[in-house]
């Protein structure tokens, strides 16, 4: 069973920077995908960034690119995202996601999903 453990949200300043992990486990042998979705009140689930199995590569939110960063330690499956140059915009919970998907980025492909943390950009 898949398991995903998330840590690193908070409250933040525009243009600060946070740093969220995703911790998971359970994989076996199988490929993951590990990615990032958000959802902002009012708004759907959508895709961050995650890293493919397919090729190892992040890839991101066109409104994301730039100012944040995915990195996976393979031998921990975990998953980095550094947020930086942060903008109220960003204020959403975040969920970290699991997908045999070779390059998710619908919700419907994800596998599993952790609990969600808040993020929150604000002066």
């Known amino acids: 069973q898949v398991q995903l453990v998330e840590s690193g949200g908070g409250l933040v300043q525009p243009g600060g920077s946070l740093r969220l992990s995703c911790a998971a486990s359970?994989?076996?042998?199988?490929?993951?995908?590990i990615g990032w979705f958000r959802q902002a009140p009012g708004k759907e689930r959508e895709f961050v960034a995650a890293?493919?199995?397919?090729?190892?590569?992040?890839y991101y939110a066109d409104s994301v690119k730039g100012r944040f960063t995915g990195s996976r330690v393979n031998a921990k499956n975990t998953l980095y995202l550094q947020m930086n140059s942060l903008k109220p915009e960003d204020t959403a919970v975040y969920y970290c996601?699991?997908?045999?998907?070779?390059?998710?980025?619908?919700?419907?492909?994800?596998?599993?999903w952790g609990q969600g943390t808040q993020v929150t950009v604000s002066s």
């Open positions: 996601a699991a997908t045999r998907a070779p390059y998710p980025r619908q919700t419907n492909e994800v596998n599993y």
């Open positions: 359970g994989f076996g042998s199988d490929y993951y995908a």
């Open positions: 890293i493919s199995w397919a090729d190892g590569r992040a």
